[in-house]
């Protein structure tokens, strides 16, 4: 199973909005609306940001977005704030009853 | 509540095996639904899902690592428990481990735990 392929980086300034893709096959991000994104501080353990293409758990600002088209998710953050700046990650669930991670992304707050 | 955590060596030598172990709170993995698996992260590398358990045994694994790894649990102890044979140093990183939603994603994750494969 060959990761999820995502940008390597990806800059904004302070308030503007970025959008990260997170590109797959039929298999995965396109055969399932178990699309998933974590952020990832460094040193820290990744935190669930996204579920299901696009819902949020309780807690997570509303800044950010998840969508889908196609074998292609997409993450968006909106009114980019310094704490934003992080590793973001991308999964989905398989057909082959397993899971598959994203190549990440380094967001960097200018 | 729901927390994890991930407790086993930090060092292991090349071919030795690598018994980890998740204990977690807030949550029953014999409860109808519940999951929880194994994910790592090599240094400076993206994250790598490697196996699952269910509440009723029923256990995934990563195609790559399937012939190597072995995953169980205690439900009276609250662990997971994640084998992994003739470790090599390729396999250095940290080891996560995470309870796992139905609609698969990772909702709570453990600190991590970084082991290191050299002789």
């Not at chain 1, 980086?9 to 096959?25: D, K, L, N, R």
């Not at chain 2, 095996?17 to 998740?22: D, F, R």
């Amino acid at each position: 199973q060959s990761a999820l392929t995502q940008p390597a980086s990806v800059s904004g300034s302070p308030g503007q909005s970025i959008a990260i893709s997170c590109t797959g096959t039929s298999s995965d991000v396109g055969g399932y609306n178990y699309v998933s994104w974590y952020l990832q501080h460094p040193g820290k353990a990744p935190k669930l940001m996204i579920y299901e293409v696009s819902n949020r758990p309780s807690g997570v600002s509303n800044r950010f977005s998840g969508s889908k088209s196609g074998n292609t998710a997409s993450l968006t953050i909106s009114g980019l704030q310094a704490e934003d700046e992080a590793d973001y990650y991308c999964s989905s669930y398989t057909s082959s009853r397993s899971y598959v991670f994203g190549t990440g992304t380094k967001v960097t707050v200018l | 509540q729901v927390t994890l955590k991930e407790s086993g060596p930090a060092l292991v030598k090349p071919t030795q095996t690598l018994t980890l172990t998740c204990t977690f709170s807030g949550f029953s993995l014999s409860a109808s639904g519940m999951r929880a698996g194994w994910i790592r992260q090599p240094p400076g590398k993206a994250l790598e899902w490697l196996a699952r358990i269910d509440w009723d045994e029923d256990k995934f694994y990563s195609t790559s690592l399937k012939t190597r790894l072995t995953i169980s649990k205690d439900t009276s102890k609250n662990q997971v428990v994640l084998t992994m044979t003739n470790m090599d140093p390729v396999d250095t990183a940290t080891y996560y481990c995470a309870r796992i939603t139905s609609t698969a994603a990772f909702d709570i994750w453990g600190q991590g735990t970084m082991v290191t494969v050299s002789s």
